[in-house]
T-cell receptor, first 113, second 114 residues
Framework: EPEVTQTPSHQVTQMGQEVILRCVPI?????FYWYRQILGQKVEFLVS????????KSEIFDDQFSVERPDGSNFTLKIRSTKLEDSAMYFC???????????FGPGTRLTVL | GQQLNQSPQSMFIQEGEDVSMNCTSS?????WLWYKQEPGEGPVLLIA?????ELTSNGRLTAQFGITRKDSFLNISASIPSDVGIYFC??????????????FGTGTRLKVLA
């Protein structure tokens, strides 16, 4: 069964460093999302992406964040200058059409020291 | 902001017991979903509900979409140890360009005692 994959599974970085989290959505899906989950809290929407552009972003998704689909298979989330409070699980999700159920990847645990 | 409240926050039950958990919102949603999350993993879809009043089953799981579209419940019958995890409800909210975002609930942590 096709699934969303994410790499790395765990990323440790120093405050102020740039990180890139990678996702490979399900191959025939056209809508892509990033969510964040701070340890012990609920999952929060960050950004949606369709047709090579951001469709919607939350207030969490400030100028330090960017997303890109650099080729036909990858979808990336970049944090330009990480802060301690960026430490969280980051989940990528994809869906075939906008209203269909979103399928989530296993997540990348980001730890900012 | 939009908030989905789940109850209970956590529950310990004996294997074989039935479980019921709720999700309520002050806002209307047109689609409700229930996800399960195990430690270190991403949310896995259990049930999706599309119509007010809809009752849907998936094996031992049953979920209903409230008539007011502001609430939903999830029942698990005859619980087993692998039911352990955090159960999240999510309401689907339309965005732009045909995209939708999920507003997740606060979660119900389930522990099953063998």
């Amino acid at each position: 069964e096709p699934e969303v994959t994410q790499t790395p599974s765990h990323q440790v970085t120093q405050m102020g460093q740039e990180v890139i989290l990678r996702c490979v959505p399900i191959s025939n899906h056209l809508y892509f999302y990033w969510y964040r989950q701070i340890l012990g809290q609920k999952v929060e929407f960050l950004v949606s992406f369709y047709n090579n552009e951001i469709s919607e972003k939350s207030e969490i998704f400030d100028d330090q964040f960017s997303v890109e689909r650099p080729d036909g298979s990858n979808f990336t989330l970049k944090i330009r200058s990480t802060k301690l409070e960026d430490s969280a699980m980051y989940f990528c999700a994809s869906t075939e059409s906008g209203a269909n159920e979103q399928f989530f990847g296993p997540g990348t645990r980001l730890t900012v020291l | 902001g939009q908030q989905l409240n789940q109850s209970p926050q956590s529950m310990f039950i004996q294997e074989g017991e039935d479980v019921s958990m709720n999700c309520t919102s002050s806002s209307i949603f047109n689609t409700w979903l229930w996800y399960k999350q195990e430690p270190g993993e991403g949310p896995v879809l259990l049930i999706a509900l599309y119509k007010a009043g809809e009752l849907t089953s998936n094996g031992r799981l049953t979920a209903q979409f409230g008539i007011t579209r502001k609430d939903s419940f999830l029942n698990i019958s005859a619980s087993i140890p692998s039911d352990v995890g955090i159960y999240f409800c999510a309401g689907q909210r339309a965005g732009t360009s045909g995209t939708y975002k999920y507003i997740f609930g606060t979660g119900t942590r389930l522990k099953v005692l063998a």
